[in-house]
C-alpha cells in the first residue's frame, strides 16, 4: 500500500523549532518530488515547500523562507522539514505530500497529517 | 501577490450540476496545468483533477475540469450527498517559485 505517515508535531513555544518527518513506504521514493503543505485550523491550504527526487533543488513559501528548510533521505525513504524560529500563525496541521511521476505539482498521495501547536 | 480566488461557498441540490469557479493570472493559471483537490470533513485532502482536465482512476467522471485563460472550473454533475466537502483549486505561479492554492469553496448539498 503507498502510504505516508508523519510524525513529529506537538506544541512547542514561539521561537522554538521542530523536526517534522514523514515515512515513505509502498512506492519508489527516490524517483519522486515531495512537498509540504499545511492548514491551520478552519482555514485552507497552504503550500509550505518542496523537493526534488535527488535533493539538488528546493522552495519554499515567502512565509517561511529563511525559517524552515525541507530535506530527504532517499536510502531511508524519508522526508523532513526543520522548523525554526516559529511562530503562533505556523500552528497548523502540515501534510506530506507526493507529487505525481507525470505532473510533479499535482499532490496524489497525502500522509494523515501531524498537528504542530505554537503557543506559550 | 498573486492569488487564487474561489467563492467561499456554494450549494445544490440532489442530481443537480454545479461549477466551482478558480480566478487566477498570466504567471500561474495562464502558465501552468491546474489541479483540483476534494477535502471531506476531517480526512486529508484527495487529488481530483489534474492537468486542468484528467481524473486520476477511482474518481467518477461526474467531476469534471476545464481551463480557459487565467481562470479554471471544476463541474460536478448529478450532485450526491457525498460531494459535500471542500474544493481546492491550485496551480505552480511562475513569479513566486511556488505553489498557490484557492481559499476553497465549501459545497453544501440540500
Known amino acids: 500500500e503507498v502510504q505516508l505517515v508523519e510524525s513529529g508535531g506537538g506544541l512547542v513555544q514561539p521561537g522554538g523549532s521542530l523536526r517534522l518527518s514523514c515515512a515513505a513506504s509502498g512506492f519508489t521514493f527516490r524517483t519522486y518530488w515531495m512537498h509540504w503543505v499545511r492548514q491551520a485550523p478552519g482555514k485552507g491550504l497552504v503550500w509550505v515547500s518542496r523537493i526534488n527526487s535527488d535533493e539538488s533543488s528546493t522552495s519554499y513559501a515567502d512565509s517561511v523562507k529563511g525559517r524552515f528548510t525541507i530535506s530527504r533521505d532517499n536510502a531511508n525513504n524519508s522526508l523532513y522539514l526543520q522548523m525554526n524560529s516559529l511562530r503562533a500563525e505556523d500552528t497548523a496541521v502540515y501534510y506530506c505530500?507526493?507529487?505525481?511521476?507525470?505532473?510533479?505539482?499535482?499532490?496524489?498521495?497525502w500522509g494523515q497529517g501531524t498537528m504542530v501547536t505554537v503557543s506559550s | 501577490q498573486s492569488v487564487l480566488t474561489q467563492a467561499p461557498s456554494a450549494s445544490g441540490t440532489p442530481g443537480q450540476r454545479v461549477t466551482i469557479s478558480c480566478s487566477g493570472g498570466s504567471s500561474n493559471i495562464r502558465s501552468n496545468t491546474v489541479n483540483w483537490y476534494q477535502q471531506l470533513p476531517g480526512t486529508a485532502p484527495k487529488l481530483l483533477i489534474y492537468n486542468n482536465y484528467q481524473r486520476p482512476s477511482g474518481v467518477p467522471d461526474r467531476f469534471s475540469g476545464s481551463k480557459s485563460g487565467t481562470s479554471a472550473s471544476l463541474a460536478i454533475s448529478g450532485l450526491q450527498s457525498e460531494d459535500e466537502a471542500d474544493y481546492y483549486c491550485?496551480?505552480?505561479?511562475?513569479?513566486?517559485?511556488?505553489?498557490?492554492f484557492g481559499g476553497g469553496t465549501k459545497l453544501t448539498v440540500l
Open positions: 491550485a496551480a505552480w505561479d511562475d513569479s513566486l517559485n511556488g505553489l498557490l
Open positions: 505530500v507526493r507529487g505525481s511521476s507525470s505532473w510533479r505539482n499535482a499532490f496524489d498521495i
